[in-house]
């Protein structure tokens, strides 16, 4: 067991403020195979533990961890630590097996398929349900036979706070589901919709201009890395660490720059943020006014434009000295999300000339071929599989969830945006970016956010007194201060 500080930082340009939210790092033993009583092997989860405001018989307040480290997510998510002291919580981040710490194999996790192949979300979720038996066993009393667990998560943390309501309803009382695209799967949304709210947000905190330039480029780039000077030429222009050579790498540089344009709508939020890498308020205004300020006479000056563009997410602090190919966000786990995404995650994404990325068609047989060449011969052969396990849009079952969702969150375009059920409610932030509701308070947030969140205290409140009156104690925590 070891003391963690993580620091929940606001920055204000040129300098940051850090507010320590302080944890206790501890692991707990967790089969390696859940569903398999001939495995008996078992390996270290990493989960945080932050207990400064908790009072017997309070809540848990449980974070189901997503595709990266721990750490980024509960220095991300202070919402939760903000209304802790509300509910006299709990506050326990779980870190999701196979990244972060919490590897199966070791150094070896990644190395074939026999080790890479426990890595699931149905195995996750197994390994969280298993943590929190041992937290209701660890924290119950004599007056409460029972602890209550309200499960948080934003992204593929909230697609996993929302499925282990649904899978498992008697480990957690309710969940918010933060960003969460739990319809983001074959047949349930169309696929054109991601790229199109990403252009979106261009046309929206940029301008139209904007997104036209970015949109033009591409044909460009291609045209660009036909040549050897040109290859030379795109290298140096975008600083990128090694040279390109063939046209391999100049797909890879279209990929990598479309990624960018991806993460920066993501995490678009009015003030400086550091989650995906050092970020100016309002980051893709920043983005256009770069692009929008250079004067466009030839080809090259159309393409120096975009790199001038995307600087503000490759270098804003000016202290990086080369860009490389290999990803785009170095505090989340793309190699692990990648195998996810070629086995059960599939998510049918296109583009067409109704957004500003490259035409590209969805096509599942050259997605499959993919993904075998990258992951030691695994393709995905059920598509179907995440909408037969959880239930895609059928959830008149559940109960007691909160889907939010920003509508300038590509994400979005598989959120859950209208109340399912008197029990499964959707929150709608007009202008909100990626888990906006989920960071910590700001002042520069907007009133949307602030009303949000103010419904999640609500509904957890509504959760916490109806499980307190089932277990007879009504009165274990003064909930009239609400």
Same mark, same amino acid.
């Given at each position: 067991?070891?003391?963690?500080?993580?620091?929940?930082?606001?920055?204000?340009?040129?300098?940051?403020?850090?507010?320590?939210?302080?944890?206790?790092?501890?692991?707990?033993?967790?089969?390696?195979?859940?569903?398999?009583?001939?495995?008996?092997?078992?390996?270290?989860?990493?989960?945080?533990?932050?207990?400064?405001?908790?009072?017997?018989?309070?809540?848990?307040?449980?974070?189901?961890?997503?595709?990266?480290?721990?750490?980024?997510?509960?220095?991300?998510?202070?919402?939760?630590?903000?209304?802790?002291?509300?509910?006299?919580?709990?506050?326990?981040?779980?870190?999701?097996?196979?990244?972060?710490?919490?590897?199966?194999?070791?150094?070896?996790?990644?190395?074939?398929?026999?080790?890479?192949?426990?890595?699931?979300?149905?195995?996750?979720?197994?390994?969280?349900?298993?943590?929190?038996?041992?937290?209701?066993?660890?924290?119950?009393?004599?007056?409460?036979?029972?602890?209550?667990?309200?499960?948080?998560?934003?992204?593929?943390?909230?697609?996993?706070?929302?499925?282990?309501?649904?899978?498992?309803?008697?480990?957690?009382?309710?969940?918010?589901?933060?960003?969460?695209?739990?319809?983001?799967?074959?047949?349930?949304?169309?696929?054109?919709?991601?790229?199109?709210?990403?252009?979106? /947000? =261009?046309?929206? *905190?940029?301008?139209? !201009?904007?997104?036209?330039?970015?949109?033009?480029?591409? @044909?460009? %780039?291609?045209?660009?890395?036909?040549?050897?000077?040109?290859?030379?030429?795109?290298?140096?222009?975008?600083?990128?660490?090694?040279?390109?050579?063939?046209?391999?790498?100049?797909?890879?540089?279209?990929?990598?720059?479309?990624?960018?344009?991806?993460?920066?709508?993501?995490?678009?939020?009015?003030?400086?943020?550091?989650?995906?890498?050092?970020?100016?308020?309002?980051?893709?205004?920043?983005?256009?006014?770069?692009?929008?300020?250079?004067?466009?006479?030839?080809?090259?000056?159309?393409?120096?434009?975009?790199?001038?563009?995307?600087? /503000? =997410?490759?270098? *804003?602090?000016?202290? !990086?000295?080369?860009?490389?190919?290999?990803?785009?966000? @170095?505090? %989340?786990?793309?190699?692990?999300?990648?195998?996810?995404?070629?086995?059960?995650?599939?998510?049918?994404?296109?583009?067409?000339?109704?957004?500003?990325?490259?035409?590209?068609?969805?096509?599942?047989?050259?997605?499959?071929?993919?993904?075998?060449?990258?992951?030691?011969?695994?393709?995905?052969?059920?598509?179907?599989?995440?909408?037969?396990?959880?239930?895609?849009?059928?959830?008149?079952?559940?109960?007691?969830?909160?889907?939010?969702?920003?509508?300038?969150?590509?994400?979005?375009?598989?959120?859950?945006?209208?109340?399912?059920?008197?029990?499964?409610?959707?929150?709608?932030?007009?202008?909100?970016?990626?888990?906006?509701?989920?960071?910590? @308070?700001?002042?520069?947030?907007?009133?949307?956010?602030?009303?949000?969140?103010?419904?999640?205290?609500?509904?957890?409140?509504?959760?916490?007194?109806?499980?307190?009156?089932?277990?007879?104690?009504?009165?274990?925590?003064?909930?009239?201060?609400?």
């Amino acid at each position: 067991m070891k003391m963690l500080t993580i620091l929940c930082c606001v920055a204000i340009i040129p300098t940051v403020l850090c507010a320590p939210y302080t944890y206790t790092t501890k692991y707990i033993d967790v089969p390696i195979d859940h569903f398999n009583f001939a495995n008996n092997a078992t390996f270290k989860l990493r989960y945080l533990v932050n207990d400064t405001y908790y009072v017997k018989d309070g809540p848990i307040f449980f974070y189901t961890g997503n595709e990266g480290q721990i750490e980024t997510f509960a220095q991300n998510t202070g919402f939760i630590n903000d209304i802790a002291p509300k509910f006299n919580a709990l506050i326990v981040f779980a870190e999701h097996r196979y990244y972060g710490e919490s590897l199966p194999f070791g150094n070896q996790s990644y190395t074939n398929l026999k080790n890479l192949g426990y890595l699931s979300s149905s195995q996750a979720l197994a390994d969280f349900v298993y943590l929190i038996t041992e937290l209701k066993q660890q924290y119950k009393s004599q007056e409460l036979s029972s602890v209550p667990v309200i499960a948080f998560g934003g992204s593929y943390g909230g697609m996993l706070s929302a499925w282990i309501r649904i899978k498992y309803p008697a480990m957690v009382e309710g969940a918010i589901a933060s960003s969460a695209p739990i319809w983001q799967f074959t047949d349930l949304t169309p696929c054109k919709l991601f790229y199109r709210i990403v252009t979106n /947000v =261009y046309e929206t *905190f940029g301008t139209e !201009k904007c997104a036209d330039t970015i949109k033009k480029s591409w @044909a460009l %780039l291609r045209a660009q890395g036909k040549s050897d000077a040109g290859k030379a030429w795109l290298t140096e222009e975008f600083k990128l660490c090694s040279p390109l050579k063939t046209d391999a790498n100049i797909s890879a540089l279209a990929d990598w720059i479309s990624g960018i344009y991806v993460n920066l709508a993501m995490v678009n939020y009015p003030y400086p943020t550091g989650f995906l890498a050092q970020l100016p308020a309002y980051p893709v205004r920043e983005v256009c006014d770069n692009i929008n300020s250079i004067n466009i006479t030839s080809d090259r000056d159309h393409l120096k434009a975009i790199s001038m563009g995307l600087s /503000v =997410y490759t270098n *804003f602090t000016k202290s !990086k000295k080369c860009n490389s190919l290999g990803g785009t966000s @170095a505090n %989340l786990g793309e190699k692990g999300w990648g195998f996810q995404s070629c086995t059960e995650m599939v998510m049918p994404m296109c583009s067409t000339d109704d957004d500003m990325f490259e035409n590209l068609k969805w096509d599942f047989k050259q997605y499959q071929e993919d993904c075998t060449k990258s992951y030691f011969g695994v393709k995905p052969l059920n598509p179907y599989l995440p909408i037969m396990e959880y239930g895609g849009k059928d959830l008149e079952a559940a109960s007691n969830i909160v889907f939010s969702n920003g509508l300038m969150d590509p994400w979005s375009s598989g959120g859950v945006l209208s109340n399912v059920s008197s029990k499964i409610f959707s929150v709608i932030l007009p202008d909100g970016a990626h888990h906006y509701d989920l960071r910590s @308070a700001n002042p520069d947030d907007t009133d949307t956010v602030k009303d949000v969140r103010n419904f999640h205290v609500k509904a957890i409140k509504s959760w916490l007194k109806n499980f307190y009156k089932a277990h007879t104690l009504a009165n274990v925590n003064d909930f009239s201060k609400f």
